[in-house]
Each structure stands twice: as C-alpha cells, then as structure tokens.
C-alpha cells in the first residue's frame, strides 16, 4: 500500500486492485448536475484512463440534469465531458 495526494491536499493509502491478474485503477468522476451549486463524486474502478473515460462519458447519458462530468486520478485530471 502507497501512500499519494489526494485532492484535498491529504495523504490517501491506494492498495493496488489486481482483476485476473490486470491491475486496476480508481478514478474520481466529478458530476456537476443543472440541480445543484456543486459537483457530486462517484468513485470508479477499471484497468485504465481509456475505459475511466468511458465510463465518464457515458454517466453522461444517465440524466438531462448532468452538464459536465470530469474524470480524475488522484490529482490528475484526464478529461472532461459536457452536454452541447
């Protein structure tokens, strides 16, 4: 177990999540809804930044209320998502 920054500036423990043998990764989904003054998070768990971006594009879909979905690691940001 290592210990890393996390977004508020603390120390978070990652273990690694091993998946038949593939390590897995676990990504920061900020989900900035037209209903509220800030984002909610959800935590997703995939092998990597290409399948963290699927799923984040695709919370997208789940309600017309989503206007911006950002993914992160950790403190890096990968990419962001919005509505047109």
Excluded: C
């Excluded at 500036?9 to 273990?15: D, E, P, W």
């Excluded at 971006?53 to 309600?63: A, D, H, I, P, Y």
């Excluded at 992160?72 to 940001?77: I, L, P, Q, S, V």
């Amino acid at each position: 177990m290592s210990e890393v920054q996390g977004h508020g500036g603390g120390l978070v423990h990652r273990a690694a999540l091993f998946w038949r043998g593939v390590e897995l990764k676990t990504y920061t989904l900020y989900i900035h809804d037209d209903r509220y003054s800030v984002p909610s998070l959800d935590a997703v768990t995939v092998r990597d930044d290409q399948r963290a971006l699927e799923v984040g594009r695709n919370r997208l879909t789940v309600s017309p209320h989503y206007r911006l979905i950002e993914v992160w690691e950790d403190d890096r940001f990968i990419d962001k998502f919005a509505r047109p």
